[in-house]
């Protein structure tokens, strides 16, 4: 009789079985959310850290990757958080309310809670949101809609310490856009759990820009997820902005679900971590629902960034378009994968996907997996991707203008990667990332 293999744990693995039993008394919740995150951490544990056997992470083996689990940082100093706030602002110039979350846990006297209650908008934090006595308290620890059984989405139900959870009632318009800030202030390296989730009602529209930023030279450990829900007829914009310190791992989760005739357009940009992972799962689920998805991914370094995105259509007449570039130089290792799933009901589909990269050195690597799966057959469907470098043939001709090489190349990428931020439909906040893009672009033609 041969018995089962066994997979032994590592040293990650054992050191966040350990966290967890630690933490486990106080965390906040009730004692039905305790129960939640047990179970949580049980699938957690069952599966263990992704590796590249897992088809969702075939890119990205997590299990050899992240060879240590950090401790989970302590709230932080409201010195250190308004330091970090001020050097590191992405959005600098724009008018915005702020919602700070500092090393995983919300700071009330730095953020614009009050403000946004004048508007109407409700607002919680998530160790609040735990202790109130309603249904849908356990719904925000759920693993999203499409994304099966997922180790780190798992990880973070059990060990979310905070985040915002945000009511944007039916027909308010929020003036202003809504910056959830997450930021990294420690010395040293630690870890961070934060979950958040925001609710557009019917006919609502609303702009979230959700920025990640941590210092330099540090190996912080990040673990975030966000689930947010449009309304029939409602409106909503999502500007996602991940400039993590070199040394840091950051794994993000998204998740949408958009009703009858609302639209969704979310903006993706990612540089700077040391290791990247970004996975999105859109649910289309009322008729005439529409979503646009865009990125800019820039690597460089010794960086390794994933993306997975996945669009499912599951009504009629229902639109989607995804377009995502990406640059990687010096000895990153990058990789995309998209899936536009269409399902039997969703007649009248139209949904496209193109992915384009820019290899700049010989070392860069890069892998780009998009995929159409169609269940019904009344659909307008297409997928695409180009890998390359830049065209010497454009770089002659603007030094035949007189426009130095570098110059030139500086001036290609950021046209490459400028189509992306048009996408967003808000010409405000595509402006004021355009820096972000710039600042990484100053160093990457070789």
Known sequence: MSAEPRTLKTEAEL?????????????????????????????????GLPHRRVEAWKYTDLRALMRVAVPVADPPNPVAV?????????????????????????????????????EGVEVATLAEFL??????????????????????????????????????????IVSKPIEIVHVSTTTGATSSYSRSAVQVGAGASARLVVTRTGPLGIGYQANSVLGLSVGAGGRATVVDIAADGDRSQ?????????????????????????????????????????????????LDAKAHGDVLLLIEHAAPATTSRLLYRNVAKDDAVGAFEGRILVRPVAQKTDGRMMVNTLLLSDSAEFAAKPELEIYADDVQCGHGATTGQIDETAVFYLQSRGVPRKEAEALLLKAFLAEPLAGVGDPALAAAVEPLVDAWLAGAPE
């Open 15 to 47: 050191a966040l079985a350990e966290q967890y039993r630690g933490a486990r008394a106080i965390l906040p919740g009730s004692a039905a959310v305790a129960r939640k995150r047990d179970e949580a951490f049980a699938t957690f544990e069952r599966l």
């Open 250 to 298: 950051h794994l993000a989760s998204f998740s949408a679900r958009v009703a009858e005739g609302a639209t969704l357009d979310h903006l993706a940009l990612r540089a700077g971590a040391g290791l990247s992972r970004l996975q999105g799962y859109f649910s289309l689920e009322g008729e005439g629902a529409g979503l646009t998805a865009s990125g800019a991914n820039m």
């Open 82 to 118: 308004t330091a970090a706030l001020t050097d590191a602002d992405a959005l600098a110039g724009i008018d915005r309310y702020r919602l700070i979350v500092a090393d995983g846990h919300f700071q009330e006297s730095q953020s614009d809670r009050q403000a946004l209650l004048a």
């Open 131 to 172: 202790g109130f006595d309603h249904p849908s308290v356990l719904d925000i620890l759920a693993t999203p809609p499409g994304a099966g059984e997922d180790a780190i989405i798992a990880l973070n139900a059990a060990l979310a310490t905070d985040g915002v959870v945000l009511i944007v009632p039916p027909g308010t």
